[in-house]
């Protein structure tokens, strides 16, 4: 059996926990100079709280301990381990795993290993680990699931905004004085990701046209491939994320679409109201299909 691991970049949601059988491996939020296990001893609730009063929590990576256990587990259970872990560019957490991983195999060599880097997370890491479950449920083997997960991750787009530009300014990505002119003028950054990370593609004036841009990219961005899972992504934003998923089923009604919340990590950095927009470019030789 192949068991799959994800950690904080990748988000979760009822649908995931309730169909899959899964192993989450959670970074930390730290708070007041306090660090707290994501989802363990520190809830998304908690965090946006924290979060609304303006505050901006910091992160560290997955403790090799907390990987170390999981690996034992699922090793006495004769589970071999697919890691999809946060993007190496947000968190040392995949460099850690894979040298954990390379020493483990080497205790333990008749046990398939391999973690696998994201390059990227949240909704387009969501889609990513869901893949990767249904191969595993479907029973495909070892290799076909890394190699074809492998793959998934070089045709994810990323297509996301904030609702003001304070949480770019926090983490140091725009001036302050550029921040509060484009709050004033409703400026909406438009942000994707690439090879160093979260980048800001453009600053577009108003919601209404950065979902229009959003949803209009994400038609154009499939293709083809019409009949596949998209997933949206949020800070605390239900209503904008309920929003982008109306639009979506207008513009690609063959489509699937459901939502996520944007973990604890992650939303600490893209601040509260941040909603993405998440898909496969080209459709995989093994896709599977999500029957909610």
Same mark, same amino acid.
């Given at each position: 059996m192949i068991k799959i691991l994800?950690?904080?970049?990748?988000d979760q949601n009822a649908f995931m926990k309730k169909t899959y059988d899964y192993d989450f491996?959670?970074?930390?939020?730290i708070i007041n100079e306090k660090d707290?296990?994501?989802? *363990?001893e520190m809830s998304l609730e908690d965090v946006h709280s924290y979060m609304e009063q303006g505050n901006m929590p910091k992160t560290s990576q997955v403790s090799p301990k907390t990987i170390l256990d999981a690996l034992d587990a699922c090793r006495e259970r004769g589970e071999d381990v697919i890691y999809i872990s946060i993007y190496s560019q947000f968190s040392g957490t995949y460099q850690v795993a894979q040298t954990i991983f390379e020493s483990y195999k080497e205790k333990y060599p008749d046990m398939n290993l391999e973690v696998i880097d994201s390059k990227g997370g949240s909704g387009g890491g969501a889609l990513l680990a869901l893949q990767a479950m249904e191969m595993a449920r479907q029973n495909l083997d070892f290799e076909t699931v *890394?190699?074809?997960?492998?793959? $998934?991750?070089e045709h994810i787009q @990323?297509?996301?905004t904030l609702n003001n530009l304070k949480w770019l300014v926090k983490g140091g990505r725009l001036p302050k004085a550029a921040g509060a002119a484009g709050d004033a003028l409703s400026i909406k950054p438009y942000l994707s990701v690439n090879e160093t990370?979260? @980048?800001?593609?453009?600053? *577009?004036?108003g919601q209404d046209r950065i979902y229009k841009r959003?949803?209009?990219e994400t038609k154009k961005g499939v293709g083809s491939f019409t009949d596949q899972l998209i997933t949206i992504?949020? *800070? $605390?934003?239900?209503?904008s994320a309920q929003l982008l998923e109306k639009m979506v089923r207008e513009a690609i009604p063959e489509a699937s679409v459901q939502i996520f919340d944007i973990g604890a990590v992650l939303a600490a950095h893209l601040g509260i109201g941040g909603v993405g927009v998440f898909y496969l470019d080209k459709k995989p030789a093994h896709y599977m299909y999500i029957e909610e």
């Open positions: 994800i950690d904080s970049g990748i491996l959670p970074l930390s939020v707290y296990l994501d989802q *363990v *890394v190699e074809q997960t492998r793959q $998934n991750t @990323y297509h996301f990370g979260i @980048y800001l593609k453009k600053l *577009v004036r959003m949803i209009k992504s949020h *800070v $605390n934003d239900i209503e």
